[in-house]
């Protein structure tokens, strides 16, 4: 397996056909693939800018998604080669999301460690009064999720 640069619109639609639990991101900042040795794509990571604003500073760079084919340890490359691009462009942080019932077993074999629970909000269309069961069936609505992080030694950004 190999990295290999790739358009937002290759990792979209790679997300759309293999993500079981999320739509493709509509932006980036760049967008990193993984390749098998036949040169064809078995994972996407896309970076960008922290979705939540108060990370939003300038140094932290979130992992908006990541898909792979389900290849051994194709994840956990994917967010190794996202962390190196970012520590080069100058980046202190970089973070990202998981839902409570993954086990986080790639992130931190690449060196994120866990932050928080994040406890489940109903979605971004929902009132701040929302009702229990108000649930985008494809998206984080609803579910308990956990924020990750990896960054340089001696970086604050809490």
Same mark, same amino acid.
């Given at each position: ?39 064809? *794509? ?18 932290? *760079? ?84 956990? *924020? ?11």
């Amino acid at each position: 397996m190999y990295i290999s640069p790739i358009t937002l619109k290759q990792a979209q639609k790679f997300v759309l056909d293999y993500h079981r639990h999320n739509k493709p991101p509509r932006g980036h900042k760049f967008s990193i693939g993984l390749k098998n040795e036949n040169g064809e *794509l078995i994972g996407v990571a896309c970076a960008g800018r922290p979705v939540a604003r108060h990370f939003d500073n300038g140094l932290t *760079l979130e992992v908006n998604r990541t898909c792979t084919d389900g290849s051994r340890n194709a994840n956990s490359m994917l967010y190794g080669a996202v962390w190196r691009a970012a520590k080069a462009m100058g980046y202190e942080r970089c973070i990202t999301y998981t839902q409570a019932d993954e086990s986080g077993a790639s992130l931190r074999a690449s060196g994120f460690v866990k932050v928080r629970d994040i406890p489940a909000r109903p979605g971004w269309s929902a009132s701040s009064v929302a009702l229990k069961d108000m649930r985008d069936p494809v998206g984080n609505g609803g579910v308990d999720r956990v *924020l990750w992080e990896i960054k340089i030694k001696g970086a604050n950004h809490d």
